[in-house]
């Protein structure tokens, strides 16, 4: 529901941007209009910040290194005493920064996007992503092995975060402007508009539709469009012309593809027990921090072109700037000490380093191809390449992000088709190993799931959600004319026949009643047990729905009987296309329907119930304006003027934790607090509006 200030930002640009003869027009989208506009300024803001980011970066760099320049740079010139302490120093610094950030902000939870989306609505807090992103900064100042477009990120879809809120928009609306900040950070990060939309929507939302490709889209034009002006609009890496010197050499990328999988996986593996190890020890975390900045400086010693989370690193490789011996010996270094990093704690991206691994493999597996095949095969750069893609692929479990990604950050489109056959590839294999990406690790913990909303819905939910208790039945020795009166009293396509003890028969189709109404012979003797279909399908309570529908299809018939177990085929209630409907609408497509969903409390046990709504009435959320700041709930009659109840007030505290307050009549609202409504649609439009 748009709230005052996106109607007065779409009043504004109405009376100043659009012509006369639009305005009708504009006033029926104002929904998409206002997210499409809000979308534009999180952008900007996105890239902004990303900007002063790195900005800050490079300061704490200087100062760390004393120096200037990039951190590789800095590292390989730095006398051996500064190589040892100075990435020792900045993970103790940083573990602090997030040890008594957390107790400042009284915010423990995980800096993870993709959680936000998922679980909390699109809803995160601006202390904790300052703290966590200053604490990235430092730890990739100093050297740490994690990118830069973490804390970017973060920081951004944090930004878009606040002002959905502050602008008062839904739930869903809120979730793809997060999504939208996030792909300005990336866009800005890696000056990738098409791949960071990409990203977003394959990743973070698992959306395509058009309602949500439009704002992820203006976010990334924007905050490419204020990077490049800030930047340059130069591709991130520089790749030599090349292009493919024979057919037959898509075999060896396709080889590639599947030897990147099983990277893929392996780095997921690393990661993943890197976590757990950490887990276990009994080291405080700026400790484990400083520990792990401890053995970066000892490596540094011999390989200080590792420092940093690898994006000159792998500028060089695709430059052909290495030989394929320090390529693997990079490679197995910046995996491990990637794992390493983020498992002690550190905030920070896996993306850039991602990149590396891919491109030395790569490279690597390039300079095995042309020393076995000479004159058959590109150049090691050319499998550098795709070999970061097919990492990013396999990682992410998202190829058609990174086929794009690594296309717009490189220019070369010459590469196109054995980039997208090895990014395919590698995810194909990287799934098979490990089922959860980089990304859905986390998820996976906390139980959830990011298949996609059809999938989820039709898999997850079960018969004993939305089935109803009530049925039509009758004995077996019901006589015709009683059969016929029930068909006229009731408006079914069916009529179950159950025996004395409630045990389901079968069922009479109305097509089945037609036909022994026109039968030429005596019809006084017919019964119930004579006209119905002993076949009939059934289901039971923990049935999911997709095997409801299944049946619904076999049988061809609008409800379904549910029987208590399939051995004693007790009758207990009915399922319908029509409830099946109704909770996709409401799940999936996020459209108003006569279907409420209401959660059972966490650790309960209790199952999530949907209800039918009466006729034009729904249960809506509302973002407390001017009109009702400040007034208790008896004063502002919303109930006596709209017909409106408020169920439940969710406001955030001081700390940035949302308090959900059951409303008494001495209640008084507050000015951002979002209600939780119930009333007819004419009754919730005047009430929003007014």
């Known amino acids: 529901m748009t709230s005052s200030r996106s109607r007065r930002l779409l009043t504004l640009v109405r009376e100043t941007v659009l012509p006369r003869r639009w305005a009708e027009q504009v006033a029926g989208t104002d929904q998409h209009v206002a997210l499409l506009l809000w979308s534009g300024v999180a952008g900007a803001l996105g890239a902004v910040l990303a900007s002063g980011l790195r ?25 051996v005493w500064m ?73 951004a879809s944090t930004m878009a975060s606040k002002l959905g809120q502050w602008a008062g928009l839904s739930t869903r609306q809120l979730r793809i402007l997060t999504a939208s900040g996030l792909a300005s950070g990336i866009a800005a990060a890696y000056n990738a508009p098409i791949g960071a939309s990409l990203f977003a929507m394959e990743i973070i939302l698992g959306n395509f539709a058009m309602e949500v490709f439009a704002p992820l889209v203006c976010a990334s034009v924007i905050a490419t469009l204020v990077s490049r002006a800030l930047y340059g609009a130069d591709p991130i890496f520089h790749v030599p012309p090349f292009e493919m010197v024979t057919a037959w050499e898509i075999f060896i990328y396709l080889l590639l593809g599947l030897v990147g999988g099983v990277v893929a996986a392996a780095f997921l593996g690393s990661l993943r027990m890197s976590s757990r190890l950490f887990a276990a020890l009994p080291v405080p975390r700026p400790v484990a921090m400083g520990l792990v900045g401890l053995l970066l400086g000892v490596v540094l010693l011999r390989y200080p072109e ?60 390039g300079t095995l191809a042309r020393h076995l095949a000479p004159g058959f095969t590109a150049g090691p750069a050319a499998y550098a390449l795709v070999g970061a893609g097919c990492l990013l692929a396999g990682t992410t479990h998202a190829p058609i992000m990174a086929i794009i990604m690594i296309f717009e950050m490189s220019l070369n489109y010459s590469i196109v088709l054995p980039l997208m056959l090895s990014c395919v590839t590698a995810s194909l294999v990287a799934r098979a190993i490990s089922p959860d990406s980089v990304y859905t690790e986390a998820l996976s913990r906390k139980g959830a799931s990011l298949a996609t909303p059809e999938a989820q819905v039709m898999t997850s939910l079960t018969v004993r959600d939305i089935m109803r208790r009530e049925f039509d039945a009758v004995p077996p020795d019901t006589p015709l004319p009683q059969v016929v009166d029930r068909f006229l009293k009731g408006r079914r396509n069916h009529l179950y026949v159950v025996d004395s003890e409630g045990r389901f028969l079968g069922a009479i189709g109305l097509h089945d009643l037609k036909e022994a109404l026109g039968a030429s012979e005596e019809i006084s003797f017919i019964i119930a047990l004579d006209l119905m279909r002993p076949s009939f399908e059934v289901t039971v309570p923990g049935e999911h729905l997709d095997r409801v529908m299944e049946r619904l299809w076999a049988q061809d018939c609008e409800r379904v009987p549910v029987v208590d177990s399939f051995d004693t085929r007790r009758l207990v209630g009915t399922v319908s296309k029509r409830d099946i409907l109704g909770v996709y609408s409401l799940e999936v497509l996020h459209r108003r329907t006569m279907m409420a969903k209401f959660r059972g409390p966490a650790g309960t046990g209790q199952e999530d119930t949907y209800v039918e709504l009466p006729a ?75």
């Open 306 to 365: 590792i420092c940093g989370g690898g994006r000159a690193l792998t500028d060089a490789v695709l430059d052909d700037a290495y030989l394929w011996r320090l390529a693997g010996a990079l490679l197995l270094l910046k995996l491990v000490l990637t794992a390493l990093t983020v498992g002690s704690g550190a905030v920070g991206g896996v993306f850039t380093p991602a990149l590396f691994v891919g491109a030395s493999l790569g490279f690597g597996f």
């Open 55 to 79: 900005s800050l970066g490079d300061l704490l760099a200087g100062a760390a290194w004393n120096g200037q320049g990039d951190v590789a740079d800095l590292a390989g010139s730095a006398p």
């Open 83 to 155: 190589r040892l302490l100075v990435p020792a120093a900045g993970g103790l610094v940083a573990g602090l920064v997030l040890l008594y950030g957390v107790r400042v902000t009284r915010s423990a939870g995980g800096w993870d996007i993709l959680e936000a989306v998922v679980l909390r609505d699109g809803i995160l807090k601006f202390r904790s992503a300052m703290v966590k992103s200053a604490s990235s900064v430092i730890t990739i100042a100093t050297g740490g092995s994690v990118g830069r477009e973490g804390p970017m990120v973060l920081l």
């Open 616 to 690: 034009n009435y729904r249960i809506d959320g509302l973002v407390v304006g001017e009109s009702l700041a400040g007034r208790t709930v008896a004063e502002t009659r919303l109930r006596d003027r709209f017909g409106v109840t408020v169920l439940m007030i969710r406001r955030l505290d001081g700390g940035g934790q949302e308090q959900r307050l059951v409303p008494a009549p001495d209640t008084r609202f507050q000015a951002g607090d979002r209600l939780v409504v119930f009333g007819p649609d004419e009754g919730l439009v005047r009430l929003s509006s007014g």
